[in-house]
Each structure stands twice: as structure tokens, then as C-alpha cells.
């Protein structure tokens, strides 16, 4: 079956119909883009059509964009020269997209083309807006859940199929720079506002009809193809122009510190595109489109970020033969930070909670948590009164255990003490039903040994929130050597329930994520003790696309947190624990009573406030300055190293199945470097052959904890790649 048809009415309307076989949402493919061109021709040519519709046979949206699967193999796909294929294929959709927005008229007075109308019955997104660009007038659904825009450029590409070109020349830099620079996505209503789309109606395709029946030539000339047009807010070369311009780049800079590509090459291509004609424009914007392709992190993002997070979010990892899930009634245990969270997000997602603490006042403030978070949502305009009611009222805050009957999945959250949570398992053990599965959701411990203190350990599992619960994406769980498939399914589903994105991994000391981010802030702890610049550590980080360097983020989570896990995995090691200058440092300020942000006194200076100031001087009295600073290469390295070699080390111990779960957990989980698309994809794109070469030079000069795993060392010697060796089919596809 065809994605595009064509069937032309009795008034001579050709509707153009978009429904790709099999798929809930439109999704764009080169053998669709042939179709559609072939529908345009045939429209054009037949002298019975006066005026042309395309819409969706799907019944909520237009179209989700460009099918990412075949974006991610062009490079792979375009050739000898792929440089060429790829500007060349890209050149071909501007081709078609123009003459769609010609429309047949004729080249030198502009007349006599056919009106081309889009009929949007929901969200339009990537390609599926592009397209409605090129035509004439754009029709969209009086639907709110609707959303439209631009998202490319949170996937590490930008809009190439003349997105950037037409609204920026539609909107003005000013007001096309929410939707390309921050991929911004809005309700239809926002979306006209915005100048977006032109109308909203209740029934987009008959009132787009009428529209083509009726419109004239000047109705079908667009303002770029107009003598005499002038951008909105001005061109680079104009006052005001300029201004925008010099304030965009200072924006993308500020934000991504050069570090993505994406933003740089649209900026690129925005400006060099204000200051020629359309049809040049639009050839530079798909020579940087070309650019940004061949770059070896768009196709590593792309794949991250969206299909290998869809698929694990889609449950490719689940067990199979485990019936649903789906969790009806949750209890937390522990109504501090984190639990308040969980009880919030699964609130949220219409799940009952009963939250326990240990008296009704501290239950109750775990409970004003919510409503606290649910009024500021209310006062943004993102939540209304009737949810914050609803959500609220499916929280049941007490003291009392017994409240916990019928819950069909705990989540324990109390102190990080192994005694503590071994008692509170034994005596909710003693309410819940048999069938209960219940986690813990301790960043540390291992749940092998906290599951000794239950007497079903094959229903206990351990589901990992990242602070804060509400805002971070990911949860990490984690199975003990006992936990049984219908638990590891029971935490899929509820995750899947919460609008999060999980990752599975096998027992071991810090699991997948704290295993690699306590690497990466003890390296910058050393680096400290060695005199290196704490300004230099997390600028360095920050310029690899890190939300914050190791200095900055140990401050965030607390000094004396560091110290407790220092100690605490110092105690069960033993004589294999390998002593650090980092542990001495934080130990040290934790004598002094810097222990971070909380405290407004850390690594950094706060005003009373808890604004973050200057770094404090007063560290380099006890650690100062070296006169020679190192290199801001060899600085990033050491950063990156410390983390992806753990990540290796946790693949070859069996701690990570799927590499797929590697790469997502880092980036979502604590922020790593988004543009590389995760540890295992930085590593394909610098190769085994330079991480083996530069392991051991760190090594001879650095330490042990550089030392060359096994496995990337093997990889090295074969020439192989992460994602060609270790390549995960998807079972969701």
C-alpha cells in the first residue's frame, strides 16, 4: 500500500491523503517523498484539478516527521561521495517542496498556479510542518493536545527540508528562533499566534477546501517570491538585523558552549541565508544540513536520543511472556525528597499512592510536596486546578502500614542505612499481598543484600530515581542475582506508566550511573589536589556539553554525601579499596564544614540567598594553583576517560546487557556529553584503536584507573565497533 493517494472531487479539489500502513502516527520515507512528487505532478497536469489539499488519514495528527531509522543510515547510504549523495538527495526534497509552492504558475508574472492547501487534524512535527510550509495556506485542528513544530535540533540535526529557510523568512530570525533553536513545540492556537500555521478551524480539510476553490494569485504568492520583500526584523546587514543575530549567537554559545553541532551549523545557515535569495538560501541551508549529517555525532545523537530511547521506553528489553504489569495502587516508603517525588510522578500518571512516613506530619510534607510543585504549575499555566485537585486526592499520606494492603508494587526510600531498610522490608512484608513486588530505590547498596531481608527475593528489585524525580527522565533498575522476570516487568511497566525512561542492569556496587559519575567527580577532585585551576575542571567539562563540571555538581549533591559514600565503600572493600588524594580533599572540607550548596559554603562562595558566587579562594591555601596550567584537551580527556572506561568495564562484567542502555542512561541520566550520544558512541567515534593508544599514555602517566579494559583493548587490535559488535535488535520494531 501506498503512504500518499490522490483523489480529486467533483469541484476539482485533488485531496492528497497521507497514511502510512501500519503506523499510529505519519512518518516520512524516500519512497513517500516519490509518491507525493508523483500526486503533485499529477495535480498539476491534469487540467480538471483546480486547487490542491493535502491532510492525514490518521485522525489525531499529521505527520511525526522524518523517519529517523533511514536519517541515521543517509551517510551509510549515500555513496562513494557520500558528501555529494547527501547534498545532492537534499537538494532533491527542495526541488520538490518548490514546486509544490510554485504551484505550475508562471515563472516570470508568477500567475496561473494552482492553490495547494494542508489540513493539519493534529500535531505536525520535523518534515510533517516543513511540508505544510511550502504550501500556500495551513489549515490546523481545533484540537489542544495537538502540538506543532520544529524538533529536529533536539536530535543533533536541524530542519533541512527548507524549515529553517521559509520561517525564518516567514517569522524573522527573532521569531523563528524559539521553534528552530530550541525545537520548541506549541498548541495549534499558540502555533497561529506565532505565525506558524494561519488557521484554526474545527474541520481543517473542508475549510481548506473551500479556501483553494476560492483563492486568487496573489493568495498563492509567497512574500519571499514577492518584488520588493524584506525580512521581519530586519536582514544581518540591517540595524536591527544585526542585532538579533549578534544576540542569537551570544544565546547558542551561552547555552551549548560550541559543543553541539546542530545549533552552530542552523545558525550558519540562518545567517548566511538572510543575505541572499530564497532559492540560494535554501541551497546553503542543504550544504549545512550536509555538514551537520556527515558529522558522525548527528547520527550518534539521533540514534540515542530518540531511537534507542524509544525503543527502550517502548520495552525492548522487557521479558517476554510476562503478561501487563501495569501498576494500580503504589505504596512509598519514606516521604523525604525523593519519595515525595515518586509520589508525585506517579500520581500524576493517575496511579493511587499510599505515602508512609513516620509520623502524619512528616507524611503530610511529603505530601504538601506535590502541592507546592502543583500550584507553581498552575501559576505557569501548565496545570490546572482540577488536576492539581485530582492528583492530589490520589495521594493518601499516613503513618500507619496497614494503609498499604492491595498495593501491588513498594517503593522504598527511607534512610540510606542497609539496617534501616532491612527492617522497614520485614514489616511491610507482613501487610502486603504475597504477589507484591517490592523495590528499593537506593543509589548504592546493593539490592543482592538487601534483598536478604526479604522473604520473596525473587519479587525484589531495585528502581533507581535520579534527584529530582519530577524533572530527571531516566530510573535505573536494578536486578539482584534473585529478582525473578515478572519483577523486572512489574518496574518496566511502571516506568513505562510514569512517562520515564528506564534502563536495566545486573547488581553491583553503584550500578551502571554512579559507578561512572563517581569517576568523574573524584578526577576532578585530583585534578584540585595536583594545583589544576577548579575554574579550568569545570569549564573543560562544561565545553564538552556537560550540564556541569565535577567541582560544581559535588557541591549540588553535598560534600559530606561524598565523604558517607567514600567511607561506606571504603568499609566494604577493605584492603582492595585504592585510597585517593580526592578522598582527602573532600574529607577535608567536610572537616571545615564547606559541605556544598546546602549549606551556602562549598567549593564555591553563596550569597545568603544560596546564589552560587565565585569559587572559594580558600582552597588554594590548603591545594594552590600549579604556576603551569595543563592543557584544556588533556583536561577534557582525563574527564571523559575516568567515565567511559567504567562504562566498558561495567559491559564486559555483565553489569550492562545492552549498550543501547549505556549510551541512554548516560545522557539522561547524569547529563554526558549529549553530542557524542552516549560513552559507547564516543568511543566508535574517536575508535578503539586511539581510546586503547590513549588509555595507556593516561596510564603511564595518570594511574591505574586509565588502565585499557580487556574488552576495548580486543576491539582495538580487530578494528571493531561498539554498535557493530554489540548491535541489539530491537523487538518492538
Given at each position: 500500500m501506498a503512504d500518499f493517494t490522490m483523489k480529486t472531487d467533483a469541484d476539482g479539489v485533488a485531496i492528497i491523503t497521507w497514511?502510512?500502513?501500519?503506523?499510529?502516527?505519519?512518518?516520512?520515507?524516500?519512497?513517500?517523498?516519490?509518491?507525493?512528487?508523483?500526486?503533485?505532478?499529477?495535480?498539476?497536469?491534469?487540467?480538471?484539478?483546480?486547487?490542491?489539499?493535502?491532510?492525514?488519514?490518521?485522525?489525531?495528527?499529521?505527520?511525526?516527521?522524518?523517519?529517523?531509522?533511514?536519517?541515521?543510515?543517509?551517510?551509510?547510504?549515500?555513496?562513494?561521495?557520500?558528501?555529494?549523495?547527501?547534498?545532492?538527495?537534499?537538494?532533491?526534497?527542495?526541488?520538490?517542496?518548490?514546486?509544490?509552492?510554485?504551484?505550475?504558475?508562471?515563472?516570470?508574472?508568477?500567475?496561473?498556479?494552482?492553490?495547494?492547501?494542508s489540513a493539519l487534524p493534529g500535531t505536525a512535527a520535523g518534515i510533517g510542518l516543513e511540508l505544510p510550509l511550502a504550501t500556500h495556506r495551513i489549515f490546523a485542528a481545533d484540537n489542544p493536545k495537538a502540538r506543532i513544530g520544529l524538533p529536529e535540533i533536539m536530535v543533533g540535526i536541524f530542519p533541512g527540508a527548507g524549515g529553517t529557510t521559509r520561517l525564518v523568512r516567514k517569522l524573522g530570525a527573532m521569531g523563528a528562533a524559539p521553534f528552530?533553536?530550541?525545537?520548541?513545540?506549541?498548541?495549534?492556537?499558540?502555533?497561529?499566534?506565532?505565525?506558524?500555521?494561519?488557521?484554526?478551524?474545527?474541520?481543517?480539510?473542508?475549510?481548506?477546501?473551500?479556501?483553494?476553490?476560492?483563492?486568487?494569485?496573489?493568495?498563492?504568492?509567497?512574500?519571499?517570491?514577492?518584488?520588493?520583500?524584506?525580512?521581519?526584523?530586519?536582514?544581518?546587514?540591517?540595524?536591527?538585523?544585526?542585532?538579533?543575530?549578534?544576540?542569537?549567537?551570544?544565546?547558542?554559545?551561552?547555552?551549548?558552549?560550541?559543543?553541539?553541532?546542530?545549533?552552530?551549523?542552523?545558525?550558519?545557515?540562518?545567517?548566511?541565508?538572510?543575505?541572499?535569495?530564497?532559492?540560494?538560501?535554501?541551497?546553503?541551508?542543504?550544504?549545512?544540513?550536509?555538514?551537520?549529517?556527515?558529522?558522525?555525532?548527528?547520527?550518534?545523537m539521533m540514534r540515542s536520543l530518540f531511537l534507542s530511547k524509544e525503543a527502550l521506553e517502548k520495552g525492548a528489553v522487557r521479558p517476554d511472556g510476562v503478561t501487563d504489569q501495569k501498576v494500580r495502587k503504589l505504596g512509598v516508603l519514606g516521604a523525604g525528597m525523593m519519595g515525595a517525588g515518586i509520589a508525585l510522578v506517579s500520581a500524576r500518571a493517575g496511579i493511587d499512592v499510599v505515602l508512609i512516613d513516620r509520623d502524619q506530619d512528616s507524611a503530610d510534607r511529603g505530601k504538601?510536596?506535590?502541592?507546592?510543585?502543583?500550584?507553581?504549575?498552575?501559576?505557569?499555566?501548565?496545570?490546572?486546578?482540577?488536576?492539581?485537585?485530582?492528583?492530589?486526592?490520589?495521594?493518601?499520606?499516613?503513618?500507619?502500614?496497614?494503609?498499604?494492603?492491595?498495593?501491588?508494587?513498594?517503593?522504598?526510600?527511607?534512610?540510606?542505612?542497609?539496617?534501616?531498610?532491612?527492617?522497614?522490608?520485614?514489616?511491610?512484608?507482613?501487610?502486603?499481598?504475597?504477589?507484591?513486588?517490592?523495590a528499593s530505590n537506593t543509589s548504592t547498596l546493593p539490592i543482592t543484600e538487601l534483598a536478604k531481608a526479604s522473604a520473596r527475593p525473587e519479587q525484589f528489585i531495585g528502581i533507581h530515581f535520579f534527584s529530582p524525580v519530577e524533572k530527571m527522565a531516566l530510573v535505573e533498575i536494578i536486578k539482584g542475582k534473585e529478582t525473578g522476570n515478572r519483577a523486572v516487568a512489574k518496574a518496566l511497566d511502571y516506568v513505562r506508566q510514569i512517562r520515564k525512561t528506564p534502563i536495566v542492569v545486573n547488581d553491583a556496587r553503584f550500578f551502571y550511573a554512579n559507578r561512572c559519575i563517581i569517576p568523574y567527580i573524584n578526577e576532578g577532585m585530583r585534578m584540585i589536589s595536583e594545583g589544576v585551576a577548579p575554574w579550568l575542571i569545570d569549564h573543560a567539562a562544561q565545553q564538552l556539553g556537560f550540564p556541569v563540571g565535577p567541582v560544581q555538581l559535588t557541591d549540588e549533591t553535598s560534600i559530606d554525601l561524598g565523604a558517607r559514600i567514600a567511607r561506606a565503600t571504603r568499609a566494604a572493600m577493605g584492603d582492595a579499596?585504592?585510597?585517593?588524594?580526592?578522598?582527602?580533599?573532600?574529607?577535608?572540607?567536610?572537616?571545615?564544614?564547606?559541605?556544598?550548596?546546602?549549606?551556602?559554603?562549598?567549593?564555591?562562595?553563596?550569597?545568603?540567598?544560596?546564589?552560587?558566587?565565585?569559587?572559594?579562594?580558600?582552597?588554594?591555601?590548603?591545594?594552590?594553583?600549579?604556576?603551569?596550567?595543563?592543557?584544556?584537551?588533556?583536561?577534557?580527556?582525563?574527564?571523559?576517560?575516568?567515565?567511559?572506561?567504567?562504562?566498558?568495564?561495567?559491559?564486559?562484567?555483565?553489569?550492562?546487557?545492552?549498550?543501547?542502555?549505556?549510551?541512554?542512561?548516560?545522557?539522561?541520566?547524569?547529563?554526558?556529553?549529549?553530542?557524542?550520544?552516549?560513552?559507547?558512541?564516543?568511543?566508535?567515534?574517536?575508535?578503539?584503536?586511539?581510546?586503547?593508544?590513549?588509555?595507556?599514555?593516561?596510564?603511564?602517566?595518570?594511574?591505574?584507573?586509565?588502565?585499557?579494559?580487556?574488552?576495548?583493548?580486543?576491539m582495538a587490535e580487530k578494528g571493531q565497533r561498539f554498535y557493530g559488535r554489540f548491535a541489539t535488535e530491537d523487538r518492538t520494531a
Open positions: 497514511d502510512v500502513p501500519g503506523k499510529s502516527m505519519n512518518v516520512m520515507s524516500f519512497d513517500g517523498l516519490r509518491e507525493l512528487e508523483t500526486c503533485i505532478d499529477d495535480a498539476l497536469g491534469d487540467d480538471t484539478v483546480k486547487g490542491i489539499v493535502i491532510t492525514s488519514g490518521k485522525k489525531d495528527s499529521f505527520a511525526g516527521g522524518m523517519d529517523l531509522n533511514l536519517l541515521a543510515k543517509m551517510k551509510d547510504n549515500a555513496g562513494e561521495d557520500p558528501a555529494r549523495g547527501l547534498f545532492d538527495g537534499v537538494m532533491r526534497i527542495h526541488a520538490m517542496f518548490r514546486k509544490i509552492e510554485r504551484a505550475g504558475m508562471d515563472p516570470k508574472s508568477r500567475k496561473g498556479g494552482k492553490p495547494i492547501a528552530l533553536l530550541e525545537g520548541k513545540m506549541v498548541e495549534p492556537a499558540k502555533a497561529k499566534a506565532a505565525g506558524l500555521i494561519d488557521e484554526v478551524v474545527s474541520d481543517p480539510l473542508q475549510a481548506a477546501r473551500d479556501w483553494v476553490l476560492t483563492a486568487k494569485d496573489a493568495d498563492i504568492l509567497k512574500p519571499w517570491d514577492a518584488k520588493g520583500y524584506k525580512m521581519p526584523g530586519g536582514a544581518p546587514y540591517h540595524p536591527a538585523g544585526f542585532m538579533t543575530f549578534l544576540g542569537a549567537n551570544a544565546m547558542v554559545n551561552a547555552k551549548t558552549k560550541g559543543a553541539l553541532p546542530g545549533p552552530k551549523a542552523l545558525l550558519s545557515a540562518v545567517y548566511e541565508g538572510a543575505l541572499v535569495d530564497f532559492d540560494t538560501a535554501l541551497r546553503i541551508e542543504a550544504r549545512w544540513f550536509t555538514h551537520v549529517l556527515m558529522n558522525p555525532s548527528s547520527s550518534a504538601a510536596y506535590s502541592e507546592s510543585y502543583l500550584d507553581k504549575g498552575i501559576k505557569r499555566g501548565k496545570t490546572t486546578p482540577e488536576q492539581k485537585d485530582t492528583t492530589l486526592a490520589r495521594i493518601t499520606a499516613t503513618p500507619d502500614l496497614a494503609q498499604l494492603q492491595g498495593c501491588d508494587l513498594i517503593i522504598e526510600a527511607v534512610f540510606e542505612d542497609a539496617s534501616v531498610k532491612a527492617e522497614m522490608t520485614q514489616k511491610v512484608e507482613n501487610v502486603i499481598p504475597e504477589d507484591c513486588i517490592f579499596y585504592e585510597e585517593s588524594p580526592a578522598d582527602d580533599l573532600i574529607f577535608w572540607m567536610e572537616e571545615t564544614g564547606r559541605l556544598g550548596r546546602k549549606v551556602k559554603a562549598g567549593f564555591f562562595d553563596y550569597d545568603d540567598k544560596g546564589k552560587r558566587q565565585e569559587y572559594w579562594k580558600g582552597l588554594q591555601d590548603k591545594y594552590p594553583l600549579s604556576p603551569s596550567q595543563p592543557d584544556l584537551i588533556e583536561v577534557q580527556e582525563r574527564l571523559m576517560f575516568a567515565q567511559v572506561l567504567e562504562a566498558v568495564r561495567a559491559l564486559e562484567q555483565g553489569v550492562l546487557e545492552d549498550i543501547r542502555e549505556g549510551d541512554v542512561g548516560a545522557i539522561f541520566g547524569w547529563g554526558f556529553a549529549p553530542w557524542s550520544g552516549g560513552p559507547f558512541s564516543w568511543l566508535d567515534i574517536i575508535g578503539a584503536e586511539y581510546a586503547a593508544e590513549r588509555c595507556d599514555q593516561l596510564r603511564a602517566t595518570y594511574g591505574e584507573r586509565f588502565a585499557c579494559p580487556p574488552l576495548l583493548r580486543e
